[in-house]
């Protein structure tokens, strides 16, 4: 299809989240639909670009992905700016990264403003023998701070495509 240029159609999006909750998995599972245990830590460039349809619309997007800065809660204002959707990811077994989304959402809100859409993934949901965060709590949690929230698992491919969806809706619909 053509560029129209009558609205806009490329749409920043990226992750946040302590080091190891999968945010790069969450985002090869979502752009190439695949599943790797040994992901170096970064996936080679600042992000990744993929077409999809949305309402028969062609939507373009750009998902970045860090080089493994957030281990030292160092990601650069350059890595926020103009994001039209952020995904908090935090660990379903591990509750304190669910308890660093404070943290990580001060960062966002600060480097992204108000405007941007924010989207809430507890990852791992694979592993529910394992499960340190109650669904309800992080329910709760994304209500009261206004974040779209699903449980994903990035292993087995779960509501991975539904969330991006979901957030690149509520993306749009803002724009
Ligand atoms: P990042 O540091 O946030 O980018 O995390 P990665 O995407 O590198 O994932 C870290 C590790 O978590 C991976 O090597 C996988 O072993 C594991 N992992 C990621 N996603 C899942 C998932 O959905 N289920 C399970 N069981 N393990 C996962
Ligand atoms: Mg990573």
């Known amino acids: 299809p053509t560029q ?26 979502f752009v190439e639909d695949s599943y790797s245990e040994t992901n170096k830590s970064t996936i080679g460039v600042d992000f990744k670009t993929l077409q999809m349809e949305m309402d028969a619309k062609p939507v373009n997007l ?16 350059a890595y926020y700016r103009g994001a039209h959707g952020v995904v908090l990811v935090y660990d379903v077994t591990d509750a304190q990264t669910f308890e660093n989304l404070v943290g990580w959402m001060k960062d966002v809100d600060n480097y992204c403003g108000e405007e941007a859409v924010k989207l809430l993934i507890g990852n791992k949901s694979d592993q529910e023998a394992m499960r340190a965060v109650p ?12 974040l779209l929230f699903m449980e994903a698992s990035a292993k087995v491919a779960t509501n991975v ?3 991006f969806r979901l957030l690149v809706a509520e993306v749009m619909y803002k724009a």
């Open 4 to 29: 129209s240029g009558a609205y806009n159609t490329t749409f920043k999006l990226l992750c946040v989240g302590d080091a190891g909750v999968g945010k790069t998995c969450l985002i090869m599972r």
């Open 62 to 77: 750009q998902l970045w992905d860090t080089a493994g800065q957030e281990r030292f809660r160092s990601l650069t204002a």
């Open 135 to 146: 669904l309800e709590q992080a329910k709760e949690f994304a209500h009261e701070h206004g």
């Open 161 to 163: 495509k539904a969330a």
